[in-house]
Nanobody
Framework: QVQLVESGGGLVQPGGSLRLSCAASGFSFSRFDMSWYRQATGKERELVASIRSTGRTTTYGDSVKGRATISRDNTKNLVHLQMNSLKIEDTAVYYC????????WGQGTQVTVSS
């Protein structure tokens, strides 16, 4: 059974930081490219960050460049997203995504940036 379980979301003040984690199981994690997407209320889902299966290549959405770092641990089937200097507009549900020849999604974790 494929599972992507996100954790680490919550309420954070503007300027703060948080670290999201995604625990993967049920598929060959090290073969999949992993990504974080987010969807704010009333907006389309957008790419936050991606990391290739080997971990050597990362890509970031324009809105988070310089503030986000994606990483993965292929020995533990984990992918992380470190977000710094959070803004109110970072408020969204954050989803973990795994993609190879098939695509999997997690259930999402809410991140709310508010004072």
């Amino acid at each position: 059974q494929v599972q992507l379980v996100e954790s680490g979301g919550g309420l954070v003040q503007p300027g703060g930081s948080l670290r999201l984690s995604c625990a993967a199981s049920g598929f060959s994690f090290s073969r999949f490219d992993m990504s974080w997407y987010r969807q704010a209320t009333g907006k389309e889902r957008e790419l936050v960050a991606s990391i290739r299966s080997t971990g050597r290549t990362t890509t970031y959405g324009d809105s988070v460049k310089g503030r986000a770092t994606i990483s993965r641990d292929n020995t533990k089937n984990l992918v992380h997203l470190q977000m710094n200097s959070l803004k109110i507009e970072d408020t969204a549900v954050y989803y973990c995504n795994a993609k190879e020849w098939v695509e999997y999604w997690g259930q999402g974790t809410q991140v709310t940036v508010s004072s």
